[in-house]
């Protein structure tokens, strides 16, 4: 048995989605079938889809500070403001500010600003004396927890976690991980994404034939349908704060969900198709140090993107831990409603299930009207919300490409 | 450009450059570096390089103390332009 200084809980929520700025925002969304991917327009590849978030960015920020940062940054900022918020967390009062870390898992981070300082520069003739001071800044890879320190004074470490498609479930794990080691007393943990705002990651995804399309682009992103052909890219943020449950209990915080085991490990196999037998090992690490079965499983939200292949070896993979003895277990997918948020997805999709834990529905997957037969998993929760009962336990998937898997389970809250 | 047109255009790039400062009661003899920060002040200085084609070379950073020093060191170079 634990005691209360070795549990970590979840006692705040920061995010913005391609549909939604809060975590009650995009719960209903996700619960009333509400896509946030719209049509796109990005310099030289040119007409497209996206999922975009629309925050108000000077809630937190002041007019300077949006100029000289990241759009990565911003999210950031926004994120953890609201999360803060959420978690009734007062600074200083609660959590000296040397005491607070900040851990955001990041896809890519660079991109952006470099495709934007070589357009710049493109107007002067290419010639470097025009490139911005502000470039280092702006690329180093700490640059969004970074920002976020600078915004709220936190003295305490920061650092981002290169973790490709699966940063967001690193996030967190490195979160848990830093309260845990005792580095710090709260975590403001998640992941971040900024991915729209670069053409490349579009034109990539392109010319490997995996950019999502389709008329409606409420329809684009469509795991384990049969018409599903691509990836839709979205930009977003969730970041969650992580606390002892001791000091949780003692300032008397809303608790969402208790962290309750994790894995990630590498595929080592392909650069970017994915392995469903580490994949399997990677969920079944996480349940056994979970202290749990695959039947204490109740919701599995998928990280499956839209892909052919993809989705079919995660299907493979979950088939492998979870037989037919586990017949409470509902699987879901969020990227169907906002695409494919890159560094913050695991973050979003986990944080989009939490409520799940009081109100016992599973949001569905969208856009299935033909189910690909190789994806038919038992617990598959489609298109319309599902009234599950009661929800004890939450796995969530992230895998990313170079072959990182991560899985976080999340469970109830009981005291 | 006159010195007039100079100090306008100096106001409305620190304007850019930080949009949260009231610049409208700036005085021609007040710091100007003190109201910047150091990467503000590169921002004036690329602006300037980007605007004009004024190269402003670091051992002359000191010339632009004030909107009025600004005007003084800029005057010479703009007022063919």
Redesign the interface.
């Known amino acids: 048995m634990k005691s209360d200084r070795e549990r970590v809980v979840i006692t705040g929520v920061g995010l913005t989605a391609p549909n939604g700025n809060s975590l009650s925002e995009f719960r209903s969304n996700l619960l009333n079938g509400v896509s946030g991917v719209v049509p796109y327009s990005v310099r030289y590849f040119g007409e497209t889809i996206a999922g975009l978030c629309n925050f108000e960015a000077t809630r937190y920020q002041k007019r300077k500070e949006l100029r000289v940062g990241t759009h990565a940054g911003s999210i950031s900022i926004y994120c953890v403001n609201e999360a803060i918020a959420d978690a009734g967390l007062q600074l200083d009062q609660d959590y000296a500010r040397n005491r607070v870390g900040v851990f955001i898992g990041i896809t890519e981070h660079g991109n952006v600003e470099t495709e934007n300082e070589i357009y710049e520069l493109s107007k002067y003739d290419y010639q470097t004396k025009y490139w911005s001071h502000y470039h280092n800044p702006r690329t180093v890879a700490n640059n969004p927890a970074g920002e976020v320190t600078l915004n709220l004074s936190l003295t305490g470490p920061h650092f981002t976690l290169g973790a490709a498609c699966a940063a967001g479930n690193l996030g967190i794990v490195t979160g848990v991980q830093q309260v845990l080691l005792g580095e710090v007393d709260v975590a403001f943990a998640g992941g971040v994404s900024e991915s729209p705002q670069t053409f490349g990651i579009f034109a990539a995804f392109a010319s490997q034939t995996a950019l999502a399309s389709h008329e409606d682009p409420a329809k684009a992103s469509r795991p384990f349908d049969m018409a599903r052909n691509g990836i839709v890219v979205s930009e977003g943020g969730a970041i969650v704060v992580l606390e002892r449950l001791d000091k949780a209990k003692a300032r008397g915080a809303k608790i969402y969900g208790e962290i309750a085991g994790w894995c990630y490990n590498s595929d080592a196999s392909d650069m970017v198709l994915p392995n469903p037998e580490r994949q399997a090992e990677c969920m079944k690490i996480a349940i056994q140090r979970a202290e749990m079965t695959p039947r204490d499983i109740d919701l599995i939200n998928t990280h499956a993107t839209g892909t052919p292949m993809g989705d079919v070896r995660e299907c493979q993979a979950i088939a492998a831990v979870f037989d037919q003895t586990c017949d409470h277990t509902f699987v879901n997918n969020t990227k169907s409603f906002i695409g494919h948020c890159m560094g913050a997805a695991g973050a979003l999709e986990l944080v989009g299930n939490l409520p799940a834990f009081d109100d016992g529905i599973v949001h569905p997957t969208i856009n299935v009207d033909e189910l690909d037969p190789r994806c038919e998993l038992p617990g598959l929760v489609l298109n319309q919300p599902r009234e599950a009962g009661k929800i004890n336990a939450i796995l969530n998937n992230s895998f990313g490409m170079m072959g990182i898997n991560c899985v976080l389970i999340v469970k109830r809250f009981e005291a | 450009m006159t010195r007039k047109e100079i100090f306008d255009a100096l106001i409305e790039i620190v304007t850019e450059?930080?949009?949260?400062?009231d610049w409208s009661t700036l005085t021609a003899d007040e710091s100007l570096r003190g109201k910047l920060e150091s990467?503000d002040f590169?921002?004036v200085v690329?602006e300037i390089?980007?605007r004009y084609g004024i190269e402003v070379p670091e051992a002359d950073y000191g010339k632009l103390g004030t909107m009025n020093s600004c005007v003084d060191y800029l005057f010479p170079k703009l007022s063919v332009k």
Do not use: F
């Open positions: 450059i930080n949009p949260d400062e990467m590169l921002d690329m390089r980007k």
